[in-house]
């Protein structure tokens, strides 16, 4: 049996202020596809869980999110019920913000025709997180390199 010996890049689920993230996302998207204003009402649910200004600020950030989008953005994978690539795109780079904008620039270019607007209100939006209690990690993980593959033995 062959097994490759790739080292995952982090061990941990989504942190508490990412699944805020996510849910706030998930919400403002379902409330778009019932033709109905998300901002007043996601912006709430924030300020309940963590406070005003990080509600403002993602408001804010969905707003420059939306007004920069090459497509649709895909909301929960269907298939597994996780995470789909753009949300974990915009989380992620908003975990970049605060420490690395060029490489959450790179991250949103597939999603995104503009993401320097989105990446300087990211940072805000990371910062009032932090504030809060709510800090989002820096997932980086280096460059991929080629693995080698190891010979392993059943007994």
Do not use: K
Not at 52 to 80: K, N, T
């Amino acid at each position: 049996m062959i097994v490759p010996s790739v080292a995952p890049c982090w061990s941990s689920g989504p942190t508490v202020g990412e699944r805020l993230l996510l849910s706030a996302m998930r919400q403002w998207a379902a409330l778009r596809s019932a033709d109905e204003l998300p901002n007043r009402l996601v912006a709430q649910a924030l300020a309940f869980r963590s406070s005003q200004r990080v509600g403002g600020l993602f408001v804010a950030w969905m707003q420059s999110v939306e007004a920069a989008l090459r497509r649709p953005i895909q909301v929960q994978c269907p298939d597994s019920g996780g995470a789909s690539t753009d949300e974990q795109r915009l989380v992620v780079s908003c975990g970049l913000a605060g420490t690395a904008t060029a490489v959450g620039q790179e991250l949103l270019e597939p999603l995104l025709i503009d993401s320097q607007p989105v990446m300087v209100l990211a940072r805000a939006l990371n910062a009032a997180l932090t504030v809060d209690g709510y800090p989002l990690p820096v997932r980086l993980r280096p460059a991929p390199i080629d693995h080698v593959l190891e010979q392993q033995t059943l007994h």
